[in-house]
């Protein structure tokens, strides 16, 4: 890649110490609640780094391995007010025997692991941010790093972080596909509904007149709901269906569920009542009946176009030659967490593709930016505060 010429923290992010850094990462093997070798391995480096780590015990909560890791760096001036930077330590599979393949400038797996770039990707990066910030030699505020477990399946650990431990109070979270330089301002409501739909089991051939089919009540509640896309701010989905004993038993019992996102908690809701009355009035209509369950997931945030943490990540894009652009998502993160329980954050584009599959990759160029615009927004974070 062509060296331009950076600001003095960002300049010191070296590529290949960086690229080494990630490989390294994504072979330690840590799927979700099984983070105790990723843990382990911080806890050797991030105190030569010159931080004071320390864990929780939300692990205790769903039978992990270890809990969510706070880090602390007390930085060169204690009048700046601290920033943190959170990603997931967890990969949604394993990565164990992972063989990373570099092609055209664009890292993989060799198609039999995924890559795990999803979200080791920003933990390199935040070490070799934070190690070029050193090496620099620049002023900077306090630095707190806020790594959580068992994101994948649902941000469960940051559901259950003890943020008592946490000083910061702003941040930023690498953990989107788009390309470095995106900020993702605004993040949605999200719940699940569980709809238990009874009928009455019946033999087909003993005594079929006794049956009601709870996968026809459940079919007609279904026909008769508004799923996908609602309207610009709100999708909804039926992802299960589950039920049935027999292929000669008439089933009785069907559980259906599905999940809604919005960026408006009334059109969330909304959304889940009309979703429940359709399967209500299925039911009704043919002498069936329905336990519904609402599940919330996580709350929506909405960050202000002005606010120092979106201003001081649009300068410091810009610094390290890249463009940024503001945008919104239904996606979920840990960001819509950490926000309900009182941080402000944003997240932002660290540019890996094809998440979740063996197709999964990030091109070279990303991750040596992610650590260039961690270093860069430690500086420019301390100089929009001196």
């Known amino acids: 890649m062509t060296k331009k010429q950076f600001t003095s923290a960002a300049e010191e992010v070296k590529e290949e110490r960086l690229l080494q850094l990630f490989l390294e990462l994504a072979k330690i093997n840590g799927p979700s609640t099984k983070e105790q070798l990723v843990a382990e391995y911080l806890m050797k480096v991030l105190p030569e780094l010159g931080f004071t780590i320390e864990f929780d015990e939300a692990h205790k909560n769903f039978n992990g391995e270890v809990g969510n890791l706070i880090a602390w760096h007390e930085g060169t001036d204690a009048t700046i007010p601290p ?6 330590m967890d990969t ?41 910030v050193i090496e620099s030699g620049i002023q900077h505020g306090p630095i707190e790093f806020v790594l959580t477990v068992n994101e994948q399946p649902g941000l469960v650990g940051a559901k ?67 799923l996908g896309t609602i309207d610009e701010e709100t999708l909804a989905n039926i992802g299960i269906i589950n039920g049935g004993e027999l292929t ?43 336990n519904v369950r609402i599940e919330k997931k996580y709350s929506g945030f909405d960050i202000p176009k002005d ?56 091109s070279i160029e990303n991750l040596i930016n992610t650590g260039r615009l961690t270093a860069e927004l430690i500086e420019q974070w301390y100089e929009n505060h001196k």
């Open 83 to 88: 920033l943190f930077f959170s990603t997931h």
């Open 248 to 290: 000669s038993i008439i089933p009785g019992s069907v559980t259906v569920a599905g999940e809604v996102r919005s960026f408006s908690k009334d059109k969330l809701e909304r959304q889940l009542k009309h979703m429940e009355d359709a399967m209500q009035e299925a039911a009704r209509k043919s002498d069936g009946k329905v």
């Open 160 to 226: 259950y972080m003890d943020y008592s431990k946490i000083k910061s109070k702003a941040g930023y979270i690498f953990d989107s596909s788009g390309d470095v330089g995106q900020i993702i301002l605004k993040g949605p409501y999200s719940s699940r509904i569980w709809m238990e739909v009874e009928g009455s089991a019946a033999h087909i051939a003993l005594n079929a007149e006794e049956g009601n089919s709870a996968f026809l009540i459940a079919a007609n509640g279904l026909l008769n709901m508004k």
């Open 307 to 362: 606010h120092i943490l979106t201003s001081t990540v649009e300068k410091s894009a810009r610094n390290i030659h890249v463009k940024p652009y503001l945008t919104e998502t239904l996606g979920g993160a840990d960001t819509n967490v950490l926000n309900e329980n009182g941080l402000t954050c944003i997240t932002l584009g660290n540019g890996f593709q094809n998440i979740h599959s063996f197709r999964e990759c990030i």
């Open 92 to 132: 949604v599979l394993p990565t164990e025997g992972l063989k990373p393949v570099i092609k055209d400038g664009i890292i993989y797996s060799d198609g039999t692991t995924i890559l795990g770039a999803d979200d080791r990707a920003a933990v390199a990066a935040y070490l070799e941010g934070i190690r070029a």
